[in-house]
């Protein structure tokens, strides 16, 4: 009975952390589906909106390190009530907004720290607190949850806004559906497995919660500071800015426009960019058990040199019809589209050790800072040029220099471990 006990609680905080990672990734995908229709209503162009998408994703990277700090410092559950709340108010007050600078307020800041505190540093927190044994799979299920969770409402929510309710049913479904995480999150989720008096998952001895006191943004500063001294961490860090270019900023968020500069309708579009996060679930899991067995390294150099080709080729894919090349590319860009994440978060515990989550919600934060920079350049370059296929070409070379810039990256016996103080 014990035993089981022991069993079962880590993997049921990993499927609150998945549920409520799918909630927050949500509203953050509802912004690739409603720019034409916001474009139709409001005459704002595709730079406009891109900047508001921009300040979105850099607050969700910037806000990750920070976040992270204070679940150490208050805790995971609150830290993540309180993220998803405000994620519900950004998303549920757009539909009042009638202005440009709303947009980016709602859009970009509110859902942007709403979202930023329930990103890939929470997974790296659970994952590092709650398990010994198969870390980098259940990092791949709660990576892909976040991922997939954006592209699965994408259809949803394309459907809605061609609908009569509008984009405006579309901003309240899924800020009624981040709100029904709350409750759950509240009742259900525990810190620590010392706090139910377990040991963690593929561990025998209880360990004890670590003490921390201190200043979350002093946490959050020093970690950086720490991990700043060493190589392995700035190429991971621009390798990650690269990731975020390449997938959030510029396919998760140009994808359908640029589709539909093509003829192909809004809602098939959405359609694809959803069965992209479907094979990103297959894609992403499989790349946690991978990370258990091979050397993470070259995962991710093989990772970033596959999306690389296939970025080079989508823009002579794009037309009215779906074909059977498209598929293909859907298909093999979509294993590949966050598969990153596990052995990104392996090589931050190895070389940093205990500070691991607030490490990696660094890491994290260039990723998005990254996206941040594709969303806007991405859309500027659509207003200049009339088409996409300048962003599609650059991010495409960008992703094969991240597939070097991996190779950089030394075994952690050749570095000694950076760890950011705990404490005050």
Not at 359 to 370: E, N, R
């Amino acid at each position: 009975m014990i035993r089981n006990r022991q069993q079962l609680w880590p993997w049921m905080i990993a499927g609150i952390g998945f549920v409520a990672l799918v909630g927050a990734a949500g509203f953050r995908a509802t912004p690739g589906a409603l720019v034409e229709p916001l474009q139709r209503e409001f005459g704002w162009s595709t730079g406009t909106i891109g900047f508001a998408m921009s300040v979105n994703l850099a607050l969700y990277g910037v806000t990750a390190p920070f976040a992270a700090a204070l679940m150490e410092r208050f805790g995971v559950r609150r830290v993540t009530a309180c993220a998803m709340a405000l994620i519900a108010l950004g998303s549920g007050l757009t539909i009042f907004m009638t202005q440009a600078w709303q947009l980016v307020m709602l859009w970009g800041v509110l859902v942007g720290l709403g979202a930023g505190s329930i990103s890939l540093g929470f997974v790296a927190t659970i994952g590092t607190r709650w398990f010994v044994k198969r870390q980098g799979l259940v990092t791949g299920v709660l990576s892909a949850g976040g991922a997939t969770g954006s592209m699965v409402f994408l259809p949803l929510v394309a459907s809605i806004s061609e609908s009569d309710g509008g984009w405006k049913t579309a901003a309240l479904l899924v800020s009624g559906a981040s709100l029904v995480t709350v409750p759950l999150v509240w009742l259900f989720f525990r810190e620590h497995p010392a706090d139910l008096g377990i040991p963690p998952y593929g561990a025998d001895e209880v360990v004890p919660a670590p003490p921390v006191t201190g200043n979350a943004a002093r946490l959050a500063v020093d970690g950086l500071k720490s991990a700043a001294r060493t190589k392995p961490f700035w190429f991971l860090a621009l390798g990650f800015a690269i990731c975020g270019a390449t997938t959030n900023g510029l396919v998760a968020t140009h994808f359908i426009p640029a589709a539909h500069d093509h003829g192909m309708p809004t809602v098939h579009a959405a359609g694809l960019l959803a069965l992209i996060g479907v094979f990103d679930l297959i894609g992403t899991i499989l790349s946690g058990w991978l990370t258990d067995r091979v050397d993470s390294r070259i995962l991710l150099a093989v990772y970033y040199a596959l999306r690389g080709a296939s970025l080079l080729v989508l823009p002579s894919l794009f037309g009215e019809a779906i074909t059977g090349f498209m598929i293909i590319f859907v298909v093999f860009y979509g294993m590949d589209f966050i598969a990153t994440v596990p052995p990104t978060v392996a090589l931050c515990r190895e070389h940093f050790g205990l500070s691991t989550g607030i490490v990696f919600g660094w890491v994290f934060a260039s990723h998005q800072i990254g996206a941040a920079f594709a969303a806007t350049l991405a859309g500027i370059t659509r207003d200049s040029f009339g088409d996409y296929a300048p962003a599609w070409y650059v991010a495409g070379f960008l992703s094969i220099g991240a597939a070097l810039l991996s190779t950089r990256i030394k075994r952690p016996s050749a570095e000694p471990r950076a760890e950011a103080t705990v404490t005050a």
